[in-house]
């Protein structure tokens, strides 16, 4: 079975509402559809807390009626506390190249047959994601790469980028710096790796984190690109391509 530490780049959670709202599905009947094919084809699904995106759970779907849906939830007592006493959470799936995300509300922890479950109604809606440039890749740490972004006070600081794609990127502000506002603009921008030429860009802050266990600590910073020209676009485009071909050679040699 998939273990929490090879989660798949493509499980992260979009955020961005802007940008889901074209994926949107709603209906009983368009719903249930995809949640029949996660279970046929046995796809893997990471069940987030929807207090704290840090915090998962690798699963499969179980079962589902008209009024509920179940997830499997073997897994550690932390984990159980932390996610499935949220009351909310977010869960993505994969179905080959079509991301699949959505939310329930009013979650419960029960006990199946087979171990424990989260029992919720079914959400009403779905996001069936299917492009590209949807999914967020994470950089291996020996890769380097960061965020160039100009200081009000002057110069320029680097973060390191935790993940990106082609519409966006997350960053990490260590504890204790000053954090930007939501909603900021943050133009002269350069996404940047070593013996790579640098990408210029415009950032919009998303979303500011509380501090993150699993960053010491650290912000998550979600941004989205503004504005960006073709040429840097398309150089955005060939690096999540590039960073997703080597996860899949990783993960085919592992």
Known sequence: MLTDAALPSQLIPETDERFLAPYRIEGAVPIKALLRELIAKRAFIAIYSGDDLEDFVISQIVAYDDQVVELDFVTDQARQQSVGAAGRVIVIGLLETVKVQFTLDGTQLAQGASGPLIRAPLPASVYRIQRRDAFRVRPRTSDSFSVAIR????????????????????????????????????????????????????????????????????????????????????????????????????????
């Open 151 to 254: 200081q009000p006070q002057g110069g320029e600081a680097a973060y390191r980028i935790i993940d990106f794609s082609a519409t966006g990127l997350a960053f990490a502000i260590p504890a204790g710096e000053p954090l930007p506002q939501a909603g900021s603009t943050h133009p002269f921008s350069r996404v940047e790796s070593p013996g790579q030429p640098p990408i210029p860009c415009e950032l919009i802050i998303r979303h500011v984190s509380a501090g993150l266990r699993s960053e010491n600590g650290a912000h998550r910073i979600g941004c989205e690109f503004n504005r960006m020209d073709s040429e840097a676009s398309r150089a955005l485009q060939m690096v999540v391509i590039d960073l997703e071909r080597r996860y899949r050679h990783d993960r085919t040699r592992g």
